[in-house]
């Protein structure tokens, strides 16, 4: 059996969007959000990598 590969994961805070008009215009700030959020975990987890990968560090929220 091969070893498992090292694995991080990241995750934030739950997005609101129930403020959001129900239309494209709502549609289109939630996914632009959805992906800052997202780009935002990703980059988070790419400095981590460039240092050394701990076991834990949480990301701090609101570093958008």
């Known amino acids: ?18 403020t959001y008009p129900r239309n494209s215009g709502g549609y289109r700030r939630a996914s632009e959000e959805t992906m800052a959020e997202i780009r935002r975990l990703w980059e ?16 701090r929220a609101g570093t958008r």
């Open 1 to 18: 059996l091969r070893r498992p590969t090292p694995v991080s994961v990241a995750f934030g805070e739950p997005l609101r969007f129930h």
């Open 44 to 59: 988070f987890l790419a400095e981590l990598h460039r240092h050394g990968r701990p076991n834990a560090t949480p990301p």
